[in-house]
């Protein structure tokens, strides 16, 4: 497809395990974004990509929280010994250029047990 | 941190009747968007507002960016049963950088009348 695609669509798994979480971005985009958002909540901002500049980091809440992203393609999102707080959907967004319009993928719902 | 504040957090609409909502901040932002989200799905953009006192249409939705720079609303002409879902505003306070995460609203939650 032409949007942005992330995978699995839902995980459950136990605390203190890790997961991985995928983003693929829309073709040619070059700035791909993560974000949290809790049940009823906003979106909470992760961590940015732009390019082959270093990443901004500030919104990772965590150092169990880590993510990479190759070139301007596939990003992946890992939690390292998850917590029972870690519940959430966790959205991918990609854009043309930085500054430009963000594109959602449908998220992961993470669900830790 | 910055905050955006979104109003209402919650609406019931009846099918044909106008809704309006709006999101204001302490800062100072280059650029305001609308999203729409639906159960189980992302965000999907609505609206992009990248000017002071730009009004911008898409079909019934109309959004205008303030001249403060620090709010912006979302109109819904004559709704219809599909509009229900939750809207959020986003804002930006610097074109690309290092920052170029939004900010986004909590959101509106609409829903159909009983």
């Known amino acids: 497809g032409a949007g942005v695609s992330q995978s699995p669509s839902n995980k459950v798994t136990e605390k203190g395990k890790d997961v991985e979480l995928r983003c693929d971005p829309i073709?040619?985009?070059?700035?791909l974004y993560w974000y949290r958002q809790r049940l009823g909540q906003g979106l909470e901002f992760l961590i940015y990509?732009?390019?082959?500049?270093?990443?901004?980091k500030s919104g990772l809440p965590s150092d169990r929280f880590s993510a990479e992203r190759t070139g301007e393609s596939v990003s992946t999102l890992t939690i390292q010994r998850t917590q029972q707080e870690d519940s959430a959907v966790y959205l991918c967004?990609?854009?043309?250029?930085?500054?430009?319009?963000?594109?959602f993928g449908d998220g992961t719902r993470l669900s830790i047990l | 941190g910055q905050q955006l504040n979104q109003s209402p957090q919650s609406m019931f609409i009846q099918e044909g009747e106008d809704v309006s909502m709006n999101c204001t901040s302490s800062?100072?932002?280059?650029?305001w968007l609308w999203y729409k989200q639906d159960p189980g799905e992302g965000p999907v953009l609505l609206i992009a507002l990248y000017k002071a006192g730009e009004l911008t249409s898409n079909g019934r939705l109309t959004a205008q960016f303030g001249i403060t720079r620090k709010d912006s609303f979302l109109n819904i002409s004559a709704s219809i049963p599909s509009d229900v879902g939750i809207y959020f505003c986003a804002g930006r306070m610097n074109y690309g950088g290092s920052q170029g995460n939004l900010i986004f609203g909590k959101g509106t939650k609409l829903s159909v009348k009983p």
């Open positions: 073709s040619g985009h070059t700035a």
């Open positions: 967004a990609s854009s043309l250029y930085s500054g430009g319009p963000q594109h």
């Open positions: 990509f732009q390019g082959n500049s270093a990443p901004d």
């Open positions: 800062s100072i932002f280059n650029t």
